[in-house]
């Protein structure tokens, strides 16, 4: 394994809603895994990361492109790929959100590359809607860009990735798995076993849903690792997945067990968490404890 970060000014990106001053930098961290190499990308303030986002190069593709605030990051460490000898042919999107697409725009303006996206994904990533404030600071308001529709697979010289939709993070998601080698790169599908927060507009049934497909899916090598939206990497990604899903089986169940006994939704959530998160003052309610709790409480889950 081979690993290396990197710390710079911020330098000019079309795209980019803040530029980086004082002491607030952009992140770039590069970890080579075999064959894949792993770009985590972040603005950073007071010493430390906000928000890790992840891209992924395997094989001359590109998966996902972090965010707005670190494209020019990005594409200067393309840049230095592709003078090693090591140049980027595809991008592929995993879906629309603002941390995954942000330096779409650049590489087309550069590199001529047109990402490849979700169906559904492609009106909201030509013509994206603007952000609440928070995601404007964390992440930056992504330009338009024009990405083409995914196929079934997506191929390269040596590797052939299946695309399997995932809704439950958002609609329009999908996960690349090469079933040969056993990897799967999720997105923000799943990126970690246990969670107590839920942004108000994803669905925990269908998430449960989608971790349950691939978990089952089969593999050349049996096992399934996991590349995950925000740089971490599970090995069994199936042992992972299923703990996920048993974890909230059962807080499913032990909320409706509380709803039963006439608690309401904060009590319930105070009951489980013991309060809500501090990402409920900080996102105006976006992301919540609370909002987990109501969508264990709508899912239908046994």
């Known amino acids: 394994m081979c690993r290396r970060t990197t710390c710079r000014q911020g330098f000019d990106a079309p795209g980019r809603e803040v530029p980086a001053t004082g002491g607030d930098r952009l992140l770039l961290d590069v970890t080579r895994l075999g064959e894949v190499t792993c770009i985590r990308l972040s603005r950073e303030m007071s010493g430390r990361p906000v928000y890790w986002t992840a891209a992924y190069l395997v094989d001359g593709l590109l998966i996902d492109t972090g965010c707005a605030h670190t494209a020019a990051e990005l594409a200067g460490f393309l840049e230095e790929e592709h003078a090693a000898g090591r140049p980027v042919s595809k991008v592929a999107i995993t879906h629309h959100h603002e941390d995954h697409i942000g330096a779409n725009r650049l590489l087309e303006e550069h590199w001529g590359l047109k990402a490849l996206a979700p169906s559904p994904a492609i009106p909201l990533i030509r013509d994206f809607p603007d952000l ?31 695309v399997v939709p995932v809704p439950g993070h958002c609609r329009d998601h999908v996960a690349f798995v090469d079933e040969a080698r056993g990897w799967c790169f999720s997105g923000d599908l ?14 925990v049934g269908e998430m449960v849903r989608s971790m349950e497909t691939l978990a089952r899916l089969p593999t ?24 996920c899903v048993r974890y909230l089986r059962d807080l499913a169940r032990r909320a409706r067990s509380l709803r039963d006994e006439g608690l309401s939704v ?37």
């Open 132 to 162: 609440e404030p928070y995601r404007r600071f964390v992440w930056g308001q992504p330009g338009p860009s024009d990405p083409q529709p995914l196929g079934e697979v997506v191929e390269t010289a040596g590797h052939r990735f299946r």
């Open 190 to 203: 799943f990126v970690a076993e246990r969670f107590k927060v839920l942004r108000s507009d994803e669905d």
């Open 220 to 243: 050349g090598t049996g096992r399934l690792v996991l590349f995950t939206g925000i740089g971490r990497v599970f090995e069994d990604g199936r042992r992972s997945l299923e703990r």
């Open 266 to 302: 904060p009590a319930i959530r105070d009951t489980l968490f013991g309060r809500e998160s501090t990402f409920a003052a900080l996102t105006g309610g976006h992301y919540s404890s609370e909002n987990l709790v109501r969508g264990l409480l709508e899912a239908e889950l046994d």
